[in-house]
């Protein structure tokens, strides 16, 4: 298992401080979004929201592992990974808020956030492979939950990545439960990492509260993976919270789970005491950093609440590059029945 923090000092980790303060400013900018955007959902201002809170060093770490062309294939809970990525974070409040994901220009390669369990799989693969088929040098970081093992999906994904050594990792955030399911319940293998061998592919565990540990394990399996040799990463973490706004974990698991004491403990605590014991961070700057986060998540919010609302008729705009005749007709219905009565109103 790959263990940083918890085992060596920083000089022993091969980053420098700089890395590890850029991995701790990310870090801190996740925590407060998720926080905010609890605060936002719970307000009424935008609908359900699933945090990530817990998940932060997987997330940041991965990111930071990543190269600027590789191609993100995010989850719903991915909201750490893609901020960190350079995702505006204006961009996932208003898809939160009904509107079309990615309202703005940034050129951050990175799918739809995937809501349908295990189906951004296969997509990796494909993208993985495309990038071979192109002569292209970038390879895909895939993620998905400990659920999602249980799905078809996930054994075509990693099934075709194997067979045509696609550039890509697979990268699982077991985070003890799917909603309600525990991991025990999940499946009788003895780690998800396991599963990779009925693949021909390599499989890894990384403890997924240590920053610094998944992105070595990333940086590694991003290597592989352009190398034509497709990895499976499960880095074990924990949801501190809800699975989403609509959910109450108490009906389902105590305060004190059956997991280890480092996989409950709160990541960003962790890494922040690291840092302050390797003498690379004081008061000051990260008071800064989260000052410097909260001033981000003001602007997020004026430029959200600042676009214009998205037109009903958008709902014909982002699944076919070329409608299809029966939906033109819908449109076109559409549209005449909005210049006789005027613009249909959503209801919040
Ligand atoms: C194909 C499909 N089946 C069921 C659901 C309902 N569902 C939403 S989240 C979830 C659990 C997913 O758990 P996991 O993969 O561990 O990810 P986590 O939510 O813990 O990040 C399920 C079953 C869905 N979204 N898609």
Known sequence: MHRLIAERGLDDTGFTADDARAVLRDMI???????????????????????????????????????????????????????????????????????????????????????????????????????????????????????????????????????FDAPVVFFCENNGYAISLPRERQTASDSIAAKADAYGIEGMQVDGNDPLAVREAVEEGLKKARDGEPVLIEALTYRQGPHTTADDPSRYRDDDPDLPEWRVRDPLERFEEFCREQGIVDDELVESMYEDADEELREAVETAEATPEPGPDELFDYIYEELPTELEQQRSEYTAFVDEHGPFELER
Do not use: K
């Open 29 to 163: 900018r996740a925590r407060r979004f998720d926080e905010r955007a609890l605060a936002l959902q719970r307000r009424g201002w935008m609908s359900g929201y699933p945090p990530f809170r817990g998940q932060e060093a997987a997330q940041i770490g991965a990111a930071h592992a990543m190269r600027e062309d590789d191609v993100l294939l995010p989850t719903y809970r991915s909201n750490a990974l893609q901020i960190a990525r350079g995702v505006p974070p204006s961009d996932i409040f208003l898809f939160r808020r009904g509107y079309a994901e990615y309202e703005s220009d940034h050129d951050v390669p990175v799918f739809p956030q995937a809501v349908p369990i295990a189906s951004q799989l296969p997509h990796a693969a494909g993208v993985g492979m495309a990038a071979t088929y192109r002569d292209d040098d970038y390879a895909a970081l895939v993620c998905f939950g400990d659920g999602a093992t249980s799905e078809g999906d996930f054994h075509e994904g990693l099934n075709f990545a194997g067979v």
